[in-house]
C-alpha cells in the first residue's frame, strides 16, 4: 500500500491562515472519505533545506577532493557521519534513537560506506534550512581548517540567511 500524501497549508500571516481555514471543509471532506479518521495538526514550519545550499555542498566536496586524497564521495560521506549526524542526533531524540538501532554495532568502515551510494543514509537530505546553515558552516570550518580552499558562498549569490560565514 501507498503512502497517503498528507493535506499541507502553510501560512505566514493570519490573512494566509484565514484563506486555508476556509478550504478546510473540502479538505476534511476528502481526507475523511480516503482515509476514515484524520488527525489535524498546526505547528511551526521548518524550511527544507534549499537546493543552492546542497549544490553548495557538493560543490565543497568536489573542490576538496580536488586537493586532497579523497574522492568527493568519500569527503561526502566524512562530512554526512561526523558533522550532518551529530546536527542530527542533537536536534532529534527519535533520528538518534534510529542511529543507535542501526548503526550502532557497525565498524567505522561500515558506517562510512552507508553515507554512500547505494545505501545513502539520509542525513542532510532530512536537515531543515537552519540544521544545513550549521553543518555547511561547519563543513566550511572543516575543510579551510586543513588548509584547502573553497568557494567563498557569499561570491555564488547565496541568500545569507541560508549560510553564516566563518569568522
Known amino acids: 500500500m501507498s503512502k497517503q500524501k498528507p493535506f499541507v497549508s502553510r501560512a505566514s500571516s493570519v490573512q494566509e491562515a484565514?484563506?486555508?481555514?476556509?478550504?478546510?471543509?473540502?479538505v476534511l471532506?476528502?481526507?475523511i472519505q480516503q482515509w476514515g479518521q484524520v488527525e489535524i495538526v498546526i505547528q511551526k514550519h521548518e524550511p527544507k533545506r534549499s537546493l543552492d545550499q546542497n549544490a553548495l555542498q557538493w560543490k565543497w566536496?568536489?573542490?576538496?577532493?580536488?586537493?586532497?586524497?579523497?574522492?568527493?564521495?568519500?569527503?561526502?560521506?566524512?562530512?554526512?557521519?561526523?558533522?550532518?549526524?551529530?546536527?542530527?542526533?542533537?536536534?532529534?531524540?527519535?533520528?538518534?534513537?534510529?542511529?543507535?538501532?542501526?548503526?550502532g554495532d557497525l565498524t567505522?568502515?561500515?558506517?562510512?560506506?552507508l553515507m554512500k551510494h547505494p545505501f545513502d543514509w539520509p542525513v542532510t537530505r532530512a536537515?531543515?534550512?537552519?540544521?544545513?546553515?550549521?553543518?555547511?558552516?561547519r563543513?566550511?570550518?572543516?575543510?579551510?581548517?586543513?588548509?584547502m580552499r573553497?568557494?567563498?558562498?557569499?561570491l555564488k549569490g547565496f541568500n545569507p540567511t541560508e549560510y553564516r560565514e566563518v569568522a
Open 139 to 147: 563543513v566550511y570550518q572543516h575543510f579551510t581548517g586543513l588548509g
Open 127 to 137: 536537515m531543515n534550512k537552519k540544521q544545513k546553515a550549521e553543518y555547511l558552516d
Open 61 to 103: 566536496c568536489q573542490e576538496a577532493s580536488q586537493q586532497g586524497d579523497q574522492t568527493a564521495d568519500e569527503y561526502q560521506a566524512w562530512c554526512k557521519l561526523h558533522i550532518g549526524m551529530v546536527i542530527l542526533c542533537r536536534d532529534s531524540d527519535k533520528y538518534a534513537e534510529a542511529c543507535r538501532q542501526v548503526l
Open 150 to 154: 573553497l568557494t567563498d558562498p557569499n
Open 18 to 26: 484565514l484563506a486555508a481555514v476556509a478550504n478546510l471543509p473540502r
Open 29 to 31: 471532506t476528502t481526507a
Open 108 to 113: 567505522y568502515e561500515q558506517k562510512l560506506a
